[in-house]
């Protein structure tokens, strides 16, 4: 069979995906998460839901990109290598954790088996479709003031169509909500450990230091 060719980049490459049926709006939060968590994950994610944390009325909604491992294990969103740095920035922005809300465009652990490790697979557009009536729903719940997107999923998800990160950065309307958009935190991890690694994290503190001001 012939190799088909080097793909596009993972959004235009999409998305056969129909937008999924309208569902009836849940009566709260922990209707809507109790509703999903129940139903089974689409082939190719972990069984485990990963909802979002936080308090209603956040002034503050972060979306990420979808639980990886820690995450899936320990059933929280944001715990693992990239939720610790993520933890960092926030202190580091004088941002309280505990008083702003945190989730993912994608609620399940989308990975492949090599051995005994899980390897993180990226969403498809399909997959955030999938998942965004959640997602659009959760943030109605919460109705924070900002809503920032970390990195290219979240943002394809709050914008509802493919936009560069880089050029989308900073403040940005999603629909009828105040957004930002700033890179994901495991960008950072993956960045060698020297100069530039040091200013992007720099860059990322003011990302959410400029967020928490939008949002005060
Ligand atoms: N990356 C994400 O996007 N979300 C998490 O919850 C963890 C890592």
Redesign the pocket.
């Known amino acids: 069979m012939p190799k088909p060719p080097p793909g596009p980049d993972l959004f235009s490459r999409l998305d056969p995906a129909p937008e999924p049926p309208v569902r009836e709006r849940a009566p709260s939060l922990a209707a809507l998460n109790e509703a999903f968590v129940g139903k089974p994950p689409p082939p190719g994610f972990a069984e485990r839901a990963?909802p979002g944390e936080g308090p209603i009325g956040a002034a503050i909604a972060f979306v990420?990109?979808?639980?990886?491992d820690?995450?899936d294990l320990q059933g929280?969103?944001?715990?693992?290598?990239?939720?610790q740095l993520?933890d960092r920035a926030l202190a580091e922005a004088g941002i309280d954790r505990s008083g702003v809300y945190?989730?993912?465009?994608?609620k399940h652990f989308k990975f492949v088996a090599r051995g005994k490790r899980r390897i993180h697979e990226k969403p498809t557009a399909g997959d955030v479709t999938h998942y965004r009536w959640w997602l659009e729903q959760e943030i109605d719940f919460v109705s924070p003031r900002v809503v920032v997107a970390?990195?290219a999923?979240?943002l394809l998800a709050l914008g509802g169509k493919a936009l560069p990160l880089l050029r989308s950065r900073g403040p940005m309307r999603f629909a009828n909500r105040q957004g930002y958009v700033t890179v994901?935190?495991?960008y950072l991890l993956r960045l060698p450990p020297g100069e530039d690694q040091r200013a992007a994290h720099s860059a990322f503190v003011a990302d959410l230091a400029q967020a928490r001001d939008l949002a005060a």
């Open positions: 990963v990420g990109e979808q639980p990886g820690q995450e929280r969103p944001f715990v693992g290598p990239a939720g993520f945190v989730t993912n465009a994608v970390l990195g999923t979240a994901h935190p495991s």
